[in-house]
């Protein structure tokens, strides 16, 4: 079982830059990959990033490409999401998630799926203004 905690959420103008950071329990966290989401009020929850169990390998969606940057620290049991040039369409709550079972990148037709997660944080909140 492993527990997750997103931080570093806020409001920002748009433009700016957020580091989201992602705390997880247990030894297990190193073997997992894991991925980042997000949930804007009244849609449904996006695939963001993902990084493979060793950090690797990394992708992301289109609309976030060359902002964003997902890494990892196994040594801290940590997963973070840098997010610069921030922009309105951004605003929304993210949330990290754990995969167990596949620790590699995997096909986008899997990982982009919030049902190929295991485990989800309860999310932190991000508002881009104008």
């Known amino acids: 079982q492993v527990q997750l905690v997103e931080s570093g959420g806020g409001l920002v103008q748009a433009g700016g830059s957020l580091r989201l950071s992602c705390a997880a329990s247990g030894r297990a966290f190193s073997t997992y990959a894991m991925g980042w989401f997000r949930q804007a009020p009244g849609k449904e929850r996006d695939f963001v990033a993902r990084i493979s169990w060793s950090g690797a390998s990394t992708a992301y969606a289109d609309s976030v490409k060359g902002r964003f940057t997902i890494s990892r620290d196994n040594a801290k049991n940590t997963v973070y999401l840098q997010m610069n040039s921030l922009k309105p369409e951004d605003t929304a709550v993210y949330y990290c998630?754990?995969?167990?079972?596949?620790?590699?990148?995997?096909?986008?037709?899997?990982?982009?799926?919030?049902?190929?997660?295991?485990?989800w944080g309860q999310g932190t909140g991000v508002t881009v203004s104008s």
């Open positions: 998630a754990a995969d167990r079972n596949r620790p590699y990148l995997g096909s986008s037709s899997a990982y982009t799926g919030p049902g190929e997660y295991d485990y």
